[in-house]
């Protein structure tokens, strides 16, 4: 995924692969032009991303370990958590949620 950074000072913006910031180890924080903060343009859609793999995965274990009902009933069961709307979504558009 790239990430893109901005200047909050100058408004100068860069671009980062994933992998490269991993391998460089490296945080960005201060623009090399101007000396302000960086920030990161796309995090909302870094975030969605994260959170679309992160429950992906997590239904893919629920389903393996609990079988397509278990992992429903389990979802019924967490339904009052914040979260669990993103997996119902996940669950509707593969065809298993019911209701």
Do not use: H
């Amino acid at each position: 995924m790239i990430i893109k950074f901005i200047c909050k000072q100058c408004g100068n913006t860069f671009d980062k692969e994933e992998f490269e910031l991993i391998q460089q180890g490296q945080s960005f924080r201060y623009c090399a032009y101007c000396g302000g903060k960086i920030s990161i343009k796309n995090l909302d859609d870094i975030l969605k991303e994260d959170l679309d793999k992160r429950i992906r995965n997590n239904l893919d274990r629920y389903m393996k370990e609990l079988g397509i009902e278990g992992s429903i009933e389990l979802i019924e069961r967490n339904k009052d958590i914040p979260c669990a709307r993103l997996y119902i979504d996940i669950l509707k558009e593969k065809g298993l949620w019911r209701k």
